[in-house]
């Protein structure tokens, strides 16, 4: 072989095997490195998990993560998860944290999901109200009402509540997976006792409506607004309010003619004739032949 030939397979040769052990070198570095970062037991959701659903073993598992990215409120033990009911939905293999979850034995269903300090009002709605069905659980919502207020004769409209979170529609606590309409007669509200006093009232007093808006806008702007009055409503629309017409005066009462009060006549003379029978003496009254 040409000795130049060979010469030049040798550095090749050379070359490779530097290249390799470099390489393994780092392969190793890596592996050594990812052996040696502390992980955590996490407890995780097999599958999703609804608002309001109480957890069981068999619908969370535990996985190995890093434990400088551990997640917050995070549980390590399936055991610290069991009977705990959900607050907010939750999909599959994600963390169950404290936060989402409610403390042991705070109850199921909806109860468990009302946080301290609040209550769950239902309010009755129809399609119009209730936002032709599109108010789904988790929506936010202003309610308006609409009412004349008592000794007053125009009817008034105004937003009592703001940025109040739906809790339900009718029986479900989840809106549908598609997002689809349904129409319901009842909503639950999650509010504090006294919006929940308030929004009790209102129902009394006139007609309530639901205002679907987004649930990012979180700006209360209620109080810089004004009252909105039937004379605003027909201003802007271009339509006079017919000025009132005075009520007709009473015609007078006629005077009741006076009533005439005859005095009784004067009652007949009587006449006392004496009669003398032999020799009994009497006297009988006779009364004038006038009186007949």
């Known amino acids: 072989m040409?000795?130049?030939?060979?010469?030049?397979?040798?550095?090749?040769?050379?070359v490779a095997l530097v290249i390799t052990a470099i390489?393994?070198?780092?392969?190793?570095?890596?592996?050594s490195a990812q052996g040696s970062v502390p992980t955590k037991?996490?407890?995780?959701?097999?599958?999703?998990?609804?608002?309001?659903s109480v957890l069981t073993a068999d619908d969370v598992t535990v996985i190995e993560v890093p434990a400088q990215g551990y997640a917050q409120g995070g549980f390590e033990n399936i055991e610290d998860v069991v009977d705990r009911s959900v607050t907010q939905a939750i999909l599959a293999n994600?963390?169950?944290?404290?936060?989402?979850?409610?403390?042991?034995?705070?109850?199921?269903?909806?109860?468990?999901?009302?946080?301290?300090?609040?209550?769950?009002?239902?309010?009755?709605?129809?399609?119009?109200?209730?936002?032709s069905g599109f108010i789904l659980p988790g929506s936010h919502v202003d309610v308006l009402l609409s009412a004349t207020p008592m000794g007053g004769s125009e009817r008034l409209t105004t937003t009592v509540l703001e940025n109040v979170t739906v809790l339900s529609t009718g029986h479900k606590q989840q809106p549908s997976a598609t997002g689809q309409p349904e129409n319901v007669p009842v909503v639950n509200m999650l509010l504090t006792p006294e919006d929940a006093e308030l929004l009790t009232l209102a129902t009394q007093e006139g007609r309530i409506q639901l205002v679907l808006r987004n649930p990012k806008d979180e700006e209360l702007s209620a109080a810089k607004r004004d009252v909105k009055t039937s004379d605003e409503l027909f201003q802007k629309i271009g339509v006079k309010k017919p000025a009132p017409q005075r009520a007709a005066a009473p015609s007078p009462r006629p005077r009741p003619e006076?009533?005439?009060?005859?005095e009784p006549p004067p009652p007949p003379p009587i006449y006392q004739i004496e009669m003398i029978r032999g020799n009994k003496r009497s006297v009988e009254e006779i009364e004038s032949a006038e009186a007949n």
């Open 41 to 52: 037991t996490l407890v995780v959701a097999r599958t999703e998990l609804p608002l309001g």
């Open 23 to 31: 390489f393994y070198q780092i392969t190793i570095g890596q592996k």
């Open 94 to 131: 994600e963390a169950i944290t404290a936060g989402r979850v409610t403390e042991k034995g705070a109850g199921f269903g909806l109860e468990a999901v009302i946080p301290e300090g609040y209550r769950a009002v239902a309010i009755a709605i129809n399609q119009v109200s209730g936002v």
């Open 258 to 262: 006076p009533v005439v009060v005859l």
């Open 2 to 14: 040409d000795k130049r030939l060979l010469t030049v397979v040798m550095a090749a040769i050379l």
